[in-house]
Structure formats: C-alpha cells, structure tokens
C-alpha cells in the first residue's frame, strides 16, 4: 500500500512540475484558488473560470478528496470512470491537473479516444490492461500494463486500454489540464451528424451499415 502511495504521488508531482511550456493551462498566481460557490463560472473557449473565495477561509477539506473509494456506473463496454475536476474538487482549482479512476471488468474496453488539451499518465492499481497509443505516423505503441506499472499517453494522441486479465482492473489516471477534453473516436465519426455520403466513401460501408453504427454511436438514438 505505501509504495502504491508513492506511486501516485510521483505522477501528480509530475504533471505538476513537469517542463512548464508543455503544460495546457496558465501558471496560477497565487498560491491556490478555492472556487467561491456564490459566484457562478466565467466561460472561456477551453475553461470556466471560477472566481476564488477569500483564501482566508480556505479549510483542509478544500484539498482532500474522497470521493474515489469506489467505482463510477458501468457502460455497456466494461468501463466505469470517474473524472474529478474543480467542480467536485476544488483544491485543484487552477492547479492544472485533473484526474480519473477507471474500473475495466474482465474483457472490458476504454474504446479509442484522446484528450486534445492534455497529456495523461496512467496507473495500474490492479489487473492486467492492454494499453497503447497511436502517433502522427500511425504507429502503435502497446503492451499490456500490470499492477504497479505506469504508461503515458502523449498529449492529442488516441490510445486505448483492454482487461485481458481475469479479473477486473482498476486504473488511476492523471491530466496536466483541468479542462483535458476527450473526443470518442466511434462517437465523433458516427454520432456527430458528418454526411453519410462521405462516412460511406471514407469506410466502404453501404447505407445500412452506416445506420447501424450511428444508431449504436450517436446518443439522440439512446433510449
């Protein structure tokens, strides 16, 4: 358990501390930014801004989570995630980070997708997750992780993670933005609305299968 704890430790320094001009968000500058309920978020192109409360009353409480005992709700791929961002952690609040807990059941998938504003670094707390990336050049990066091993996945870039263990995984994740974003790759080709005409040319599928997939991808044909 203790070295699990310096484990974790050693990748949220990382993110934190790691070559500034790769960092996604602004340096704060002050020494922390408690959000102040009272006043709603500024919108930005990549951020909402939440204005800070008087750093007087700042509590410890503002800067323990615990919500990550457990897992989040499971899809219909085998993933459960927890995304903790400022709005339900606010010591992180301009901090530049984020971070998940991801639950795979046996077989269990996180399909193919990237985080355009943000590198993350990931974690194996238990299990044996089939993991990788894809590069500019179409290169796959991948094997399988095992509890206690860490792999990065380079900001922008799409990767992926499979259970192949026989029992389920769990997976500790953290973004040097607290804003990352995360584009699905299934549900950005076939549940965005792009003409059918060029999904069809750009896949060689026919008009039935096209309808397949979008009523599978696209979440206003989710019951």
Request: hydrophobic letters at 40%.
């Amino acid at each position: 358990m203790v070295e699990r704890s310096w484990v974790l430790i050693v990748l949220v320094v990382f993110i934190m501390h790691g070559d500034e001009s790769l960092a996604s968000d602004p340096d704060p500058i002050q020494d922390f930014c408690i959000p102040n309920p009272k006043f709603g978020a500024i919108k930005t192109a990549h951020l909402s801004i939440l204005p800070c409360k008087n750093s007087s009353e700042a509590t410890t409480d503002d800067f323990v989570f615990s919500g990550l005992k457990s897992s989040g709700n499971f899809t219909d791929t085998g993933l459960a995630t927890f995304p903790v961002n400022p709005t339900i952690f606010p010591g992180i609040n301009t901090l530049g980070i984020s971070f998940v807990r991801a639950d795979l059941k046996v077989g269990g998938i996180n399909p193919p997708h990237f985080h355009p504003r943000a590198t993350e670094i990931a974690y194996v707390v238990q299990g044996s997750v089939y993991s990788g990336f894809v590069d500019s050049n179409n290169r796959v990066f991948s094997r399988v992780i095992e509890q206690g091993e860490v792999m990065v996945f380079p900001k922008g870039l799409l990767h992926f993670q499979m259970n192949v263990g026989e029992k389920p995984a769990t997976i500790f994740a953290c973004l040097n933005s607290q804003n990352p974003g995360l584009q699905k790759i299934p549900s950005a080709i076939f549940g965005s609305g792009i003409n059918e005409e060029l999904l069809e040319k750009a896949f060689g599928l026919n008009h039935k299968q096209i309808g397949t997939m979008r009523r599978r991808f696209d979440p206003k044909t989710v019951n």
